[in-house]
């Protein structure tokens, strides 16, 4: 176990993962990071996501307010945000939300390991998940804040649960009693903020999330790997998650393609990368629509995917005035 001066101690047994870390600010200074964490516990293996805050004072400099980061360690403030079903091994991906969601932060991971033999055969159910930090909600005091520091971490019961829905071209979707159009289920996550504070996906048998994901364009990217049956060698399938990150399901439009499914088009929230474990993916956007992801496999094979976010991941005008 392990901890600082100043917020929460660690479970034994168990490790943190590698962060990501976040300039909310955008002044080149990091306000937080977050991190995974894994542990035994009873036979299995337990974990949670983990934030760390650095301590900003407002200072002042050649007469103009600047923000002052303690460089101290110590003074920094580790809490547990999420509650796992499971231990989360790989690090997560960050990123602030549209105006429709207040520019929530979101985070995005998952639950798994793959660092044994006994982790072969492991059937427990993992989960992909897309939460909001809710300390940072534009709309809190400093004391709602004080008091979420304090409060009991997130658990998955809070969560919309995401899995199973299908999303048609026509806005359409099937799986829930919640909604039953994308923009329905769009304002779930809406600016009232009277919902849920994320949602989880559940998994299929044996699959978990053992690379980093990506955010692009309003798309979570999340490889995912499910090992064979072979239980005297190392090997499996990996597949690509592409999910609207404040749904947790396929977007109204085609990302990574689209199936036929009777009279309509379905949007496919997954595909299959082929045999191996998935690196993170790595995205080029240039000057064609949309973006390619590379992705490597283990066996050195390297994927290439046409991406279609669902937002705009280019620059632009955004107003303009004439002159005369």
């Known amino acids: 176990s ?7 101690t660690l479970p034994g047994n168990g490790f943190m993962g590698s962060p990501v870390s976040v300039d909310l600010t955008v002044d080149y200074s990091v306000n937080v990071s977050y991190i995974g964490e894994s542990h035994a ?6 974990g949670g996501l983990y934030r760390l805050q650095v301590p900003v004072t407002v200072g002042t400099a050649n007469g103009e307010p600047v923000l ?24 997560p991906a960050a990123a602030v939300g549209t105006a429709d969601s207040n520019y929530s932060l979101w985070l995005y991971f998952g639950t798994g390991r793959y660092l044994a033999n006994s982790d072969k055969a492991d059937t427990t159910q993992q989960y992909l998940y897309g ?3 809710p300390y940072y909600n534009f709309k809190l005091n400093a004391a709602q804040q004080t008091a979420l520091l ?15 829905i299908a999303v048609y071209t026509d806005g359409s979707i099937t799986g829930t009693a919640e909604a039953s159009t994308f923009g329905e289920l769009k304002i779930r996550q809406g ?7 994320g949602w989880y996906k559940a998994l299929e048998v044996g699959e978990r999330i053992v690379s980093k994901p990506s955010i692009l364009g309003g798309i979570l990217l999340a490889p995912s790997f499910v090992p064979n049956d072979d239980i005297c060698a190392f090997g499996g399938d990996s597949w690509l998650h592409a999910l609207y990150f404040e749904t947790g399901t396929a977007y109204s439009q085609s990302v990574i393609g689209t199936t ?33 992801g590379f992705i490597q496999q283990s066996t050195g094979t390297i994927n290439q995917i046409d991406l279609a976010p669902a937002l705009s991941i280019k620059s632009g005008f955004v107003n303009w005035r004439e002159m005369r």
Do not use: C
């Not at 392990?2 to 929460?8: A, P």
């Not at 516990?41 to 337990?46: F, H, I, K, L, M």
């Not at 002052?68 to 690090?91: C, E, H, K, R, S």
């Open 2 to 8: 392990s901890g600082n001066n100043n917020g929460t």
């Open 41 to 46: 516990s009873g036979g299995s293996y337990d």
């Open 68 to 91: 002052l980061y303690d460089v101290d360690p110590n003074t920094w403030t580790l809490t547990q945000m999420f509650d796992a079903d499971y231990g989360i091994t790989a690090a």
């Open 131 to 133: 939460i909001k930090d």
């Open 150 to 164: 304090n409060a009991e971490p997130l658990t998955k019961d809070a969560l919309f649960d995401a899995t199973g």
């Open 191 to 197: 600016p009232s903020l009277t919902y849920e504070v």
């Open 260 to 292: 036929p499914d009777g009279t309509k088009d379905k949007v496919l929230d997954k595909v299959r990368l082929g045999v191996g474990i998935s690196s993170s993916l790595g995205i080029h956007v240039g000057r064609e629509h949309g973006a390619r």
